[in-house]
């Protein structure tokens, strides 16, 4: 399996702060990584996928960045309602596709 | 509107069988996998495993493989989870997500909830 580790586990920060969350993939993935969004009570929204393209209605203050082993989401400047818990997923192998283990953002 | 309406949440005994639903509408069924996403009290998010719905291929994560089954009727556009006997520790919510592979699970449907408990 291709093991997928985040840092951090969790991450206090302010309205309008920058932030990044990494995501290293056990073995090179390419660019075969999406991030999620999620919210207490509710299902995983995608965010990015393809490491970097951002997907439809997902606001530009998001992006993603990296390939091979190690990547990064961003958010430019926090906005409240983007604090939730955050997943990377490979899509690289699906024997068997693996999550991170989230990070949760909370309000500092 | 592209989405996945699931069943509803379900109260299980141990040793109970169970079988949820996911039901795909506004878009072409056949064109996406569907894949299952477990999600345990507090926990994070585990891929289970995926169905094609257009010839019903299916490949599952090594933690679950033998303990549930992946399904789908296209002819109603539903893809099913079931289990043939449930245990305290499949408490979880349940996800279906359509699977644009390789760019990601795109649409989600709501969570079922199922709780085993005596």
């Known amino acids: 399996d291709i093991q997928m580790t985040q840092s951090p586990s969790s991450l206090s920060a302010s309205v309008g702060d920058r932030v990044t969350i990494t995501c290293r993939a056990s073995?090179?993935?390419?660019?075969?990584l999406n991030w999620y969004q999620q919210k207490p009570g509710k299902a995983p929204k995608l965010l990015i996928y393809?490491?970097?393209s951002l997907q439809s209605g997902v606001p530009s203050r998001f992006s993603g960045s990296g390939s091979g082993t190690d990547f990064t989401l961003t958010i430019s400047s926090l906005q409240p309602e983007d604090f939730a818990t955050y997943y990377c997923?490979?899509?690289?192998?699906?024997?068997?596709?693996?999550f991170g283990q989230g990070t949760r953002l909370e309000i500092k | 509107e592209v989405q996945l309406v699931q069943s509803g949440a379900e109260v299980k005994k141990p040793g109970e069988s169970l079988r949820i639903s996911c039901k795909g509408s506004g878009y072409s069924f056949t064109s996406y996998w569907i894949s299952w996403v477990r999600q345990m009290p507090g926990k994070g998010l585990e891929w289970m495993g995926r169905?094609?719905?257009?010839?019903?291929?299916?490949n599952y994560s090594p933690s679950f493989q033998g303990h549930v089954t992946i399904s789908a009727d296209k002819s109603i556009s539903t893809a099913y989870l079931q289990w043939s006997s449930l245990k305290a520790s499949d408490t979880a919510m349940y996800y279906c997500?359509?699977?644009?592979?390789?760019?990601?699970?795109?649409?989600w449907g709501q969570g079922t909830t199922v709780t085993v408990s005596s």
């Open positions: 169905i094609d719905p257009s010839d019903s291929y299916t």
């Open positions: 997923q490979q899509s690289y192998s699906t024997h068997p596709i693996t």
């Open positions: 073995q090179s993935i390419s660019s075969y």
């Open positions: 997500a359509r699977q644009d592979n390789p760019y990601g699970m795109d649409v």
């Open positions: 393809a490491a970097s």
